[in-house]
């Protein structure tokens, strides 16, 4: 699955991959596959959407991930930078483990309806968490 959220909270982006369980790990299917809410897009369709979801967002979007390789992923799937994407991305590493991070994050979470591992949800909370820095 894949989630995303703009700065401003308003504008977000979710969507999964059609998923067979037996490829799965022990975590993604104790912990995401229960949680998975839809929409299912094949790949060509989800690099589509995403690509015009981008395209669609102001004339400058840098990127923020707890991991390069999340960045990495996500250029796999798109295929093609968009013009309004920057090269540079915001590694949130650093603030993972800062009480004010660490905090928001998990005051997110703790909603019952805004569980882990719901790439939109946790989109959510590391804006959150990056807001409260």
Known sequence: SIGLVGEDGQKQFYAEVPVNEDECNRFVRENVLPVLTGPVMELPE???ALLEWLKGMPRKVVLAADSPIDIRLLMDLLGERPSNVTQ??????PLIDTTAYHSAVCKYH???????HHALYDARAHRDGWLAK
């Open 110 to 116: 703790d909603q019952p309806d805004q569980p882990w």
């Open 46 to 48: 989800l690099r589509q």
């Open 88 to 93: 540079e991305w915001f590694d949130l590493r």
